[in-house]
T-cell receptor, first 112, second 116 residues
């Protein structure tokens, strides 16, 4: 079993839809949770960053962490074609980016 | 101004050749990494350097050798390339201090390596 599981998709939604992207994990030591967005032929870029359980909102994006269920989500409201990318969840224990573990990514396409 | 830059972006080479990928970061970070992304988009760490010192060396063939001349540069040299080495290689960097920003990693644009 992988430490971090992510549905690879692909996921296609119409413009304006609410998108829900999810990851589950098995390592209870993970406390920092991130979402990266990767456009085609580009490197991953940090989108959202949360510490421990709870919600964090940034514009149209909301990151949610449920440590009791070992489950994290990224919600995209009013999705736009420019949101079409692969979204990777990532997480690591406290104090060290070196142990960052990635999910395999979910490919999202927002149709105009 | 590109924060983490790596060259070349695309590289096509024959089996058995030796090639290098160069990486530089201008963020002032102390830690640099090499990641490999396979065809299924799975990102896996290969090496991590902190202030030119090797910190993480995951299970990769010893044909892969990282070199860090200073903390702003981390190059990847690959000997005797094999077909299975075809992948995207990402250089990355992060601050080393504890706290929120110490856990974020900034990636370069990637180097697409194709071995034929």
């Amino acid at each position: 079993q992988k430490e971090v599981e992510q549905d690879p998709g692909p996921l296609s939604v119409p413009e304006g839809a609410i998108v829900s992207l999810n990851c589950t994990y098995s390592n209870s030591a993970f406390q920092y949770f991130m979402w990266y967005r990767q456009y085609s032929r580009k490197g991953p870029e940090l989108l959202m960053y949360t510490y421990s359980s709870g919600n964090k909102e940034d514009g149209r994006f909301t990151a949610q962490v449920d440590k009791s269920s070992k489950y994290i989500s990224l919600f995209i409201r009013d999705s736009q074609p420019s949101d079409s990318a692969t979204y990777l969840c990532a997480m690591n224990p406290p104090g060290s980016a070196r142990q960052l573990t990635f999910g395999s990514g979910t490919q999202l396409t927002v149709l105009p | 101004d590109t924060a983490v830059s790596q060259t070349p972006k695309y590289l096509v080479t024959q089996m058995g050749n030796d090639k290098s990928i160069k990486c530089e970061q201008n963020l002032g970070h102390d830690t640099m990494y090499w990641y490999k992304q396979d065809s299924k988009k799975f990102l896996k760490i290969m090496f991590s350097y902190n202030n030119k010192e090797l910190i993480i060396n995951e299970t990769v063939p010893n044909r892969f050798s990282p070199k860090s001349p200073d903390k702003a540069h981390l190059n990847l040299h690959i000997n005797s390339l094999e077909l299975g080495d075809s992948a995207v290689y990402f250089c990355a960097s992060s601050p080393t201090h504890r706290g929120l920003s110490g856990n974020t990693i900034y990636f370069g644009e990637g180097s697409w390596l194709t071995v034929v």
